[in-house]
C-alpha cells in the first residue's frame, strides 16, 4: 500500500531523531527514587548538590507518581528509596524505615486582598470546621462575605499534618472544596478573594500568610520550631540503608551543603 | 475468468479461513486483556461491595468523611472500615455526564451539517484541523484554562454575594461547579462526535438526497430529514464513544468542578447549577495517593468497577440502538 | 460513483437549484445555529491556542526548545524542554503504531467475518468498556501486569526477578488502549459506509473476501480510518495519568541497557503533558511560563502530527474538501 511507506518514514525519522541525544549508560551505582512529587523537587536539588559534592560518585534516577507509588516500590524492592510526603501509616507493608529528611511549613493562607492579621486555633477550627461561615464575624478580617476554604484529598499528607496539628479533633467542613495538590490550591485561593487554605510554605508566593498564634509564618520561624505547623518528608527504604543510599541520607542529614539547599525552601533537621 | 477449476477456489477458501482466523485471534487476544484487566478490578473492589451491600449505591452521610475513616484504617484487617455511601458520586457522574453529552451532540450534529454542506470551502478547509486539534488538546490545559479563566469569573463575577450566603451553611459557591463541568467537557467530546459524523454524512449516496430535491425540499431540510437519518447509526456510535469519554474524564473535572462530594439539588432553581459536585473518575485521580492503604484502594476500585459496569451497559444501549437503525442505510450487516 | 463526483455534499446539487421560498421559520433558525456552531468551535480552538501563545509568549525560544531540563530553584534560568518534547513525539508514535494497525484489524474482523456473533459482540463490548475507564485505572493496571518478572525485558530488572515495570515500551501499550476504541470505532463506521453492492461486485469478478478487504473496502475507507487515527492520537497526546504512573515522569529521558535504540525504548522518561502539568500553577515546579510555552508547543505538534496522517490517508473516500 503507498501509505506504508511515508508511515514508515516517518514513524523511523521519529525514533532516530530521539536517539540522537542517548547519553552514555554510566557503570556506578545508580540510586533509584521514586514517590512523592511533593518530595521530587527537594531531592532534585539534593541530588545535583550531591553528585557536585562527591565528584559524581553515585548517578540518580529520580521518578514520580506520588507517595503511594514511592512507598509500594520501596517495599517490593523496585527502587532503592521511596520519597514520601505523608506519615506512616499502620496500613503500609512491613519492613519500612522512614528516614526523616526535611520538614515543611504549612501556612494558612488568604487572598492578598484580605490581609488577616492573625488566627488562633479556635479560630482555625471555627472556620475550616463550618461554625462560622462569614467573613464579617472573623476579627480582622477586610472582606465580607461567605468564607470559601479549600483543602487537600483526604490521601495527602498535607492534609494529614493539617488535621493532625491545627484542627485536632474538629471534623472538617463538609463544604470544603477538596484540591488535589498545592498548586491548585494557591491558585484558587489566588483567584478568590473570600477564600482561605493552607499551602506548603514554598507555595505561599503570591498569598497572604496568616500569623498562627500570634507567629508569622517564615521560614526562620519554622527553623526555630516556634511556628507550630509543620510537617515531615521521608525518604524511605526497606530496612536500614545500606551503601550508596546509606552515605547519600547521612549526607543529607549530617553536612551543611545538604542543610544549605534544604533551608531554601523546606527547613532542614539540622 | 471465474472458470480456473476447483483447486484455485480451494484455495481462495483456505486463504480466506486463515485470514479469518487470523484476524479473529487478534480480536480474541485483545479481548482476553480487557477482560483480564475487567477481571482484576473487581477482583480488587470486591471488598468494598461486600461490606456494604446495596447500600454501597445508596446515599447517607458525608462521602468525604467516610473516604477519611477509611483511610485511617487501623493496621489490623479484620477492623478495616468500609463504610460507604456513594450517591453522591453517583448522581454527579450522571448528571454531568448526560447533560454534556446531549448539549454535545447537538452542538455536533449542527456543526456537521454546517462543514458538510454550508461552510464555505475556505471555512470548511480550516474546520478539518480546528476539530482534530481540539480533539488532541490535553485535559490538563482544559482544565488549566478552565480554574485560571473560566471558575474565577464565575465565582467573583456571576455568582452573586445574596446567593453564596443562601447556602452557606451547607456548601460554599466560589465558582467551581458543575456548570463549568459541563462546559468544558462539552467542548471536550464535540470534537469526536463532529468528526465520526461528519465521515458518515458524507458517504450519505448523493442520490437520496437528489430524490428529496426532486421533490422540492430546501438544502437544510433534506440534510435534516434524509442525511441525518440515513447516518444516524454512525452518530449513535459517535456519542457512545464521546459518552464513554466524558465518563472517564478525571483531570479535568476533578479541577473545575469543585471536588466536593455533594449531591446539586435541583430544587434549588438556578443555584443548582453553581453548585460544586465530583464525579467518579475525578474521585479515583484525586485518591491515587493512597492506593496502598488497603480499604481505601479497594474503594477506589469499586468506584472504576462501577465506571466499568456503566460502560458496559452503555455499549450495550448502543448496539440496541443500532441495530434498529441499520435498516435505513445500505450497510451490509 | 456520483456520490464522489459531486463538488459539495450530498445535498450540493440543491444549490443549483431555484425552488420557491421554501425555507420556514424553523429551517432559518437551523441554518443559523448551525452556522454558529461551527464558528463556535474555530472561536474556541483560536481562543484556546492564543490565550496559551499570550501566556507563555515572552519565554518561548529555540533554546528552550532544544535544551535539556535542569532542575533549579529559578526555572525562568534553567533548562528547557528537550526530553519531554522527544518523549512526547516517541510515545505518541510508539502506541499510534501498536494501535492503528490492532484497531483496523479488529473493526475489519466485527464488519466483514463476525463469527460467531457472541464473540464479536463481546469485542464490541469490550473495547468500549475501555473507552470509559479513566486512564488512571488502565495505568495502574499496566502497572500490575508489567511489574511481573517475566516481562522484565519490556523494562529492566531493578534486582533480579522484579520488573521495573516503567518504561516507553510499557507505556506506549497501555496508551494503545485508550486510542483502540476511537480507531475501532471510526474504521467500523468507514466500512459500514461503503454499500452492498461494491463487496458483491468484487466477489462477482472472482476475488476472495480477504482480497476484496486490502485491494477494495480498506482503500475505500482511508478517510475514516485517518479520522480515527488522528483522534486517537489526539487521545494519546493528551494523556498525563498513564504518563506519570507508567513512564515515570523524570526530568530527563533515562534510558537503560546497552543496546542504544532499545535502551531508550526500555527506559523512563516524561512527556509534555507532564512537563506542563508539573510546571503549571497546579504542579509542583513553579515556572508557569515555561508551562504555557510548552503547552503552545504540544498544540504545534498536534497540528503537525495530524497534517502528517492527513498525508498518508488521503484517499477516495468522503473528504471534508474536495
Keep these: 500500500m503507498t501509505w506504508k511507506r511515508p508511515l514508515a518514514v516517518v514513524a523511523a525519522f521519529a525514533v532516530g531523531a530521539s536517539l540522537a541525544v542517548v547519553p552514555a549508560a554510566a557503570a556506578k551505582p545508580t540510586i533509584t527514587m521514586s514517590g512523592s512529587t511533593s518530595v521530587a523537587p527537594l531531592a532534585a536539588l539534593l541530588a545535583k548538590k550531591y553528585i557536585a559534592d562527591c565528584g559524581g560518585c553515585v548517578t540518580f534516577k529520580l521518578l514520580q507518581g506520588g507517595s503511594d507509588v514511592g512507598i509500594s516500590d520501596v517495599a517490593s524492592g523496585r527502587v532503592t528509596i521511596g520519597n514520601a510526603s505523608r506519615d506512616p501509616k499502620p496500613t503500609d507493608p512491613g519492613g519500612l524505615v522512614f528516614n526523616k529528611i526535611a520538614h515543611d511549613a504549612v501556612c494558612i493562607v488568604t487572598n492578598k486582598a484580605n490581609p488577616l492579621p492573625g488566627i488562633d486555633e479556635a479560630g482555625v477550627q471555627a472556620i475550616f470546621g463550618g461554625s462560622v461561615r462569614s467573613w464579617s464575624s472573623v476579627p480582622g478580617?477586610?472582606?465580607?462575605?461567605?468564607?470559601?476554604?479549600?483543602?487537600?484529598?483526604?490521601?495527602?499528607?498535607?492534609?494529614?499534618?493539617?488535621?493532625?496539628?491545627?484542627?485536632?479533633?474538629?471534623?472538617?467542613?463538609?463544604?470544603?472544596?477538596?484540591?488535589?495538590?498545592?498548586?491548585?490550591?494557591?491558585?484558587?485561593?489566588?483567584?478568590?478573594?473570600?477564600?482561605?487554605?493552607?499551602?506548603?510554605?514554598?507555595?505561599?508566593?503570591?498569598?497572604?500568610?496568616?500569623?498562627?498564634?500570634?507567629?508569622?509564618?517564615?521560614e526562620r520561624n519554622a527553623k526555630s520550631g516556634q511556628y507550630g505547623g509543620q510537617r515531615n518528608l521521608y525518604m524511605v527504604t526497606r530496612g536500614p540503608a545500606t551503601g550508596a543510599a546509606k552515605a547519600w541520607l547521612k549526607w543529607i542529614t549530617k553536612s551543611a551543603a545538604a542543610a544549605a539547599v534544604v533551608n531554601t525552601e523546606w527547613v532542614s533537621l539540622q | 475468468m471465474a472458470a480456473r477449476g476447483p483447486q484455485t477456489a480451494q484455495r481462495r477458501d483456505r486463504t480466506d479461513r486463515r485470514a479469518e482466523l487470523l484476524l479473529g485471534a487478534l480480536a480474541a487476544a485483545v479481548l482476553l486483556l480487557i477482560a483480564f484487566m475487567i477481571a482484576f478490578v473487581f477482583a480488587k473492589a470486591w471488598p468494598s461491595f461486600a461490606h456494604n451491600g446495596l447500600a454501597w449505591f445508596g446515599a447517607g452521610g458525608n462521602l468525604d468523611e467516610q473516604l477519611s475513616a477509611i483511610f485511617n484504617s487501623p493496621s489490623d484487617p479484620s477492623d478495616y472500615v468500609y463504610t460507604l455511601h456513594a450517591w453522591p458520586l453517583i448522581y454527579a457522574t450522571a448528571l454531568i455526564t448526560g447533560i454534556s453529552v446531549v448539549l454535545g451532540t447537538i452542538l455536533s450534529m449542527l456543526a456537521a451539517m454546517f462543514i458538510v454542506d454550508f461552510a464555505p470551502g475556505w471555512m470548511r478547509a480550516t474546520l478539518q484541523p480546528v476539530v482534530r486539534l481540539l480533539a488532541a488538546v490535553p485535559s490538563v490545559i482544559y482544565g488549566l484554562i478552565g480554574i485560571l479563566v473560566i471558575v474565577p469569573f464565575f465565582g467573583n463575577q456571576v455568582i452573586s454575594a445574596e446567593r453564596k450566603e443562601s447556602v452557606q451553611y451547607v456548601i460554599q459557591l466560589d465558582g467551581s461547579s458543575i456548570l463549568v463541568g459541563v462546559l468544558v467537557l462539552t467542548v471536550m467530546i464535540t470534537p469526536i462526535m463532529v468528526a465520526i459524523s461528519v465521515d458518515a454524512l458524507r458517504s450519505v449516496p448523493a442520490t437520496w438526497t437528489e430524490g428529496a430535491a426532486a421533490l422540492g425540499v430546501n438544502r437544510w431540510r433534506a440534510l435534516r430529514t434524509v442525511g441525518l437519518r440515513a447516518a444516524r447509526p454512525a452518530i449513535v456510535a459517535a456519542a457512545i464513544l464521546a459518552t464513554a469519554r466524558a465518563l472517564g474524564e478525571a483531570i479535568m473535572l476533578s479541577m473545575v468542578t469543585g471536588s466536593v462530594a455533594f449531591a446539586p439539588n435541583p430544587l434549588d432553581g438556578v443555584t443548582f447549577f453553581f453548585e460544586p459536585a465530583r464525579t467518579l473518575a475525578a474521585q479515583i485521580v484525586d485518591g491515587s495517593e493512597g492506593l496502598s492503604v488497603k480499604p481505601f484502594g479497594e474503594t477506589m476500585y469499586a468506584f472504576a468497577a462501577l465506571l466499568l459496569v456503566s460502560s458496559a451497559f452503555l455499549s450495550f444501549g448502543g448496539w440496541l440502538a443500532r441495530r434498529s437503525m441499520r435498516k435505513y442505510t445500505l450497510a451490509p450487516r | 460513483m456520483s456520490a464522489h463526483a459531486q463538488s459539495r455534499g450530498p445535498a450540493g446539487l440543491l444549490s443549483r437549484v431555484r425552488g420557491g421560498d421554501s425555507w420556514s421559520i424553523g429551517d432559518r433558525i437551523g441554518l443559523a445555529s448551525a452556522w454558529a456552531a461551527g464558528i463556535l468551535l474555530c472561536l474556541i480552538a483560536a481562543a484556546i491556542v492564543l490565550y496559551m501563545l499570550y501566556r507563555g509568549f515572552q519565554y518561548l525560544s529555540l533554546e528552550l526548545i532544544f535544551s535539556h531540563p535542569e532542575a533549579g530553584l529559578d526555572q525562568s534560568k534553567s533548562g528547557g524542554f528537550l526530553d519531554p518534547l522527544q518523549g512526547t513525539l516517541a510515545l505518541t508514535v510508539i502506541a499510534t503504531l501498536i494501535a492503528a494497525p490492532v484497531g483496523v484489524g479488529i473493526a475489519v474482523w466485527l464488519t466483514e467475518y463476525g463469527r460467531p456473533s457472541g464473540l464479536a459482540r463481546a469485542v464490541e463490548s469490550g473495547v468500549e468498556i475501555v473507552a470509559g475507564t479513566p486512564s488512571i485505572v488502565l495505568a495502574i493496571f499496566g502497572l500490575l501486569v508489567f511489574q511481573q518478572g517475566f516481562l522484565s525485558f519490556l523494562s529492566y530488572e531493578a534486582t533480579p526477578g522484579v520488573a521495573f515495570g516503567r518504561s516507553f515500551f510499557v507505556a506506549g501499550m497501555i496508551m494503545s488502549l485508550i486510542a483502540l476504541p476511537l480507531i475501532v470505532g471510526a474504521a467500523r463506521e468507514a466500512l459500514h459506509s461503503i454499500p452492498r453492492h461494491v463487496r458483491e461486485a468484487s466477489y462477482a469478478l472472482g476475488k476472495d473476501r480477504i482480497s476484496t478487504i486490502r485491494r477494495v473496502l480498506l482503500p475505500a475507507s482511508r478517510r475514516g480510518i485517518g479520522t480515527g487515527v488522528a483522534l486517537g492520537m489526539g487521545r494519546i497526546v493528551g494523556d498525563t495519568a498513564i504518563v506519570v504512573v507508567l513512564l515515570g515522569a523524570t526530568l530527563q529521558n533515562d534510558p537503560h541497557g546497552g543496546i542504544p535504540g532499545l535502551s531508550f525504548l526500555q527506559g523512563t522518561g516524561s512527556t509534555l503533558t507532564t512537563y506542563v502539568y508539573n510546571n503549571s500553577p497546579v504542579g509542583e515546579g513553579g515556572s508557569p511560563e515555561k508551562a504555557y510555552a510548552a503547552a503552545f508547543v504540544l498544540l504545534l505538534i498536534v497540528i503537525a502530527l495530524n497534517f502528517v496522517v492527513d498525508l498518508i490517508t488521503r484517499g477516495r473516500g468522503p473528504s471534508w474538501t474536495r
Excluded: E, M
Excluded at chain 1, 494529614?160 to 494557591?186: E, M, P, V, W, Y
Design chain 1, 141 to 218: 478580617s477586610s472582606a465580607s462575605g461567605t468564607i470559601d476554604t479549600f483543602v487537600r484529598t483526604p490521601a495527602s499528607g498535607t492534609q494529614d499534618a493539617f488535621q493532625k496539628i491545627f484542627l485536632g479533633s474538629t471534623r472538617l467542613f463538609s463544604g470544603a472544596s477538596q484540591k488535589a495538590s498545592n498548586g491548585l490550591i494557591q491558585q484558587s485561593v489566588k483567584a478568590d478573594p473570600n477564600a482561605i487554605g493552607y499551602v506548603s510554605l514554598s507555595f505561599a508566593d503570591g498569598l497572604h500568610t496568616v500569623p498562627y498564634k500570634g507567629v508569622a509564618c517564615t
